[in-house]
């Protein structure tokens, strides 16, 4: 994503990552704001099939900071 972090590392080191995390998620559901650096994403073309020249056989995906999917999995389910 655009923070550059691979997911691997924040999965391989869970430990140390989980008290920050859980405090500034906290903090910005309590105060219902969210850090710009979660709101940021990369969209890439993703070739699907046929002719590479052709625009309408790409589609889009977004690439979100490690962070912010961390988030929305904590967040979805504690709302589930």
């Known amino acids: 994503g655009p923070d ?7 999965k391989e080191n869970t430990a140390h ?4 995390l859980t405090h500034i998620l ?5 105060q219902g704001i969210v850090p710009n650096e979660m709101n940021m ?11 590479k020249h052709l625009v309408n056989n790409y589609r ?5 900071p490690a962070f912010s999917k961390i988030f929305e999995f904590i967040t979805k389910h504690n709302l589930l």
């Open 41 to 51: 994403a990369e969209i890439k073309p993703l070739f699907k099939s046929g002719n």
């Open 60 to 64: 889009p995906i977004l690439l979100l």
């Open 26 to 30: 906290n903090l910005s559901l309590s």
């Open 17 to 20: 990552f989980i008290q920050p």
């Open 4 to 10: 550059g972090i691979p997911s691997s590392i924040l």
